[in-house]
């Protein structure tokens, strides 16, 4: 998960959950830490933190503070760079609840330094692909919806409708950013970035005053990478306000094919959600009567 704590999680495969779908709605509080959405779920009888972070492919545990781990089949793609492929007896957050699934196992321990807290976990998006995922980052709610046909969009259209495809366990919009037609995946475990060979290619006049950003990245080490407000940006033909990105290395990103990343900076702007079988975001406005229940 290189991303506002800029660090990579990434394993070879994604496990597929067999999920039945459900006709109900159920929301989950949240709290946002240094750029990193915590719940709380629990992990073969402890509960505790976890962050939540739809650009991770499936569930991270941390070896450090989870017990009775099982190893999983070997698998020379998930056995490697200090990850390990494990089983966890049993996971529950909210409603889901799971028995002898597969996850990853790693010492995040540099998540812990960033927030201060101990934690037990990553949720990915294995976990979260059967539904469409409503965040209002200023009642600090998330909402868990059925996919097809649920209420909220029947009561109040969105101010903005976004196609996307997948590329791998990120949806990816069509943008065009300073004059120049890139793909950008959609993550709330991170903050916007983009190539850093791009800060070369957009058009000057839509930059605005380049300066550096403090980035905090695995191992605890400190970056200062080049930053900048850029105009023109357009996601799937609808114009938003000037954006800030972050220029960096992108090539742990090159399986997915994209030029960079909107994080929460962009997102939390504005309640939005995440569709992954219609492959829609949707995003409404945080004054806008969404629905006559508050989430």
């Known amino acids: 998960m290189k991303k506002i704590i800029y660090i990579a999680i990434w394993i070879g495969s994604l496990t597929y959950w067999a999920q039945a779908q459900t006709n109900t709605s159920f929301d989950i509080p949240f709290e946002v830490v240094n750029g990193m959405i915590m719940v709380e779920a629990s992990v073969n009888g402890d509960t505790g933190t976890f ?9 991270v545990v941390n070896s450090r503070n989870v017990s009775n781990l099982r190893l999983a089949e070997a698998n020379p793609q998930t056995h490697m760079d200090k990850r390990l492929a494990v089983k966890v007896n049993h996971f529950r957050w909210a409603d889901i609840e799971r028995q002898d699934l597969q996850a ?5 321990s540099h998540l812990e330094s960033a927030s201060s ?3 037990l976990g990553v949720i990915g998006f294995d976990v979260l692909r059967q539904y469409e995922l409503l965040f209002d980052f200023e009642h600090q709610h998330l909402m868990m919806l059925p996919a097809k046909d649920n209420w909220v969009h029947r009561v109040n259209k969105p101010l903005h409708s976004l196609r996307f495809k997948m590329h791998g366990q990120l949806p990816v919009v069509k943008a065009e950013v300073a004059g120049v037609k ?4 959609m993550d709330t475990g991170g903050t916007n970035l983009l190539a850093e060979g791009l800060l070369d290619e957009l058009e000057a006049a839509q930059i605005g005053q380049v300066g550096k950003e403090k980035m905090v990245g695995f191992g605890h080490r400190t970056h200062y990478l080049p930053a900048a407000k850029l105009a023109g940006v357009e996601l799937d033909g609808t114009p938003f306000d000037e954006t800030r990105f972050v220029f ?9 094919r994209i030029d960079g990343l909107l994080g929460l900076p962009f997102l939390a702007q504005f309640r939005f ?3 992954y079988r219609e492959n829609r975001i949707y995003f409404w406005r945080y004054d806008a009567a969404l629905w006559g229940r508050r989430i």
Do not use: F, H, R
């Open 51 to 59: 962050v939540l972070d739809t650009g991770s492919p499936t569930i």
């Open 117 to 119: 807290k101990k934690i």
């Open 273 to 275: 959600s995440i569709n």
């Open 182 to 185: 890139l793909k950008l995946g």
């Open 248 to 256: 960096d290395d992108l090539d742990y990103l090159e399986e997915q």
């Open 104 to 108: 990853v196992a790693m010492d995040i």
